[in-house]
């Protein structure tokens, strides 16, 4: 697998009937290996075909909340029992389960001999279509509410497949109410048998796309919204004059509706955007004003030394309000209120990266300046606030563009690393601690961060990633540099006295 994921532009894993448990669960344990290691964003697909659930409310709570269910599309036909199987608890039919799963088995890998599998009859095959036809009722009618007790739970995007075509669904109720409406068309044999016929579905369906056949057979309705419910009804395989016809529109429109709502609440953060931008925009103002400031002090050191002017405290409040909104957003995204592919669309990327490079600076200073490290500890580790970490998230699973490798010509307009000036805080501690500190073996800590701080921060400077405030003549960096050379220089002058001092350094 690590060989694959190291060759490979993007992965799609496929499985069908128990094999795309499999399938399903080697895409979740790669998507989480690849968040862990903080590897590049690799597009990964997993498709399965009649695959049996895998999980309960928790688990699929728990891919949304991941931001994973776009990676999950399940094919399912319009009468296969196999996905529905799960709903009724298995110890019903144990050992009825034994003989489908070993048909099943010999009629796709040894058709020739499928005849010599023991099958059911047909009392108990409606004895299993009858049970979970009852369950599925139950949980339709039931919706979201039954979701806490029910041991499997759907999660990801279902294609639900039929002679006529395929229709598309991504909320976990309206999928178990189409589950239960396309079963109540078919037949107890016809559940059976579907199982086998995902090769005939998407042939057909593909020829269909080939052909790009969108019309409805019959009247068309005026409505363009109809019109869409009506082919959708139509891909189906549910004629209109079938009993549950009406059902499934209605179910058709309810996602329909939840689908669009999403969508929806990514237009409405659009706009609100829109209306926070005059905050940024002040800030961005403030900080060219302290980079063109006679005090040459930058744009940090200036808002963690502010004062009580009208002009400070307006850009502490643009502070606090963008903080608010960027918070929403986060909250919408784990409430599953927008699209899973959200994190990934540039717009949101650029703007969320954009504010942290502006921002975070203000929120480090005004940590540093309340004294919180001294009572919560470093910024850093204990007072970050969690939407940074997740737009850093967002920014380095993004693609990358050549033009991005390019080496700066000059200097740039933000630090590039937003938590530059926490690192610095610390590393301003260390130097302080170093004067005072008797300890070898402390001693040699804190000179390692040091070294480590200041090796990091002329990496920045040379590559030109950092902004001009870094390296104004009264910033607090610029003032970390001096100190660092003059007490280098009196450790040196001291070590032709001292035995135990070499190169500046004291030595256990």
Known sequence: MMEIIQKSKSIVITGHSIRATTASLSTLWLLSHLQKSNSPSLPILCITFGSPLLGNASLSRAILRERWD???????????????????????????LKFLLNFWHLSMTSPQFQTLATQLNNEEKAEIFRSVMACLEVLAQAEEAGSETRAFWPFGSYFFCSEEGAICMENATSVIKMMHLMLMTGSPCASIEDHLKYGDYIGKISYQFLKQRNSVDGDIPESCYEAGVALALQSSAISSQEPVSTAAKDCLKMARRMGRTPNLNVADLAIKLSMINPYRAQIEWYKACCDDSDEQMGYYD??????????????????????????????????NDLP????????????SQFYMLLVEPLDIADYYRNGHHRSKGHYVKHGRPRRYEIFERWWKERRVSDKENNKRSRLASSTQDSCFWAELEEARECLDNVRS????????????NINNFEKYAVGLVESKQVSKDVLARNSS????????????????????????????????
Not at 302 to 329: P, Q, Y
Not at 493 to 500: A, I, L, N
Request: net charge positive; glycine share 4%; aromatic share 12%.
């Open 302 to 335: 200036s808002f963690k030394l502010r004062g009580v002017s009208k002009r400070d405290s307006k850009v502490n409040m643009n502070r606090i309000m963008l903080g608010k909104f960027w918070d929403g957003v986060i909250d919408k995204l784990e409430n």
């Open 70 to 96: 776009g990676n999950f599309c399940h094919v399912v036909s319009k009468h296969d029992i196999m996905p529905r199987l799960l709903f009724v608890p298995p110890l019903h039919f144990i050992n009825q």
């Open 477 to 508: 960096y610029v003032s970390w540099v001096d100190d660092l050379r003059e007490l280098r220089s009196q450790l040196w002058q001291f070590s032709v006295k001292v035995p135990t001092l070499v190169n500046g350094k004291l030595v256990p």
């Open 437 to 448: 500190e008797s300890d070898p073996n402390k001693l040699d800590l804190l000179w390692q």
């Open 340 to 351: 899973h592919d959200f994190h990934r669309r540039s717009k949101w990327v650029n703007a």
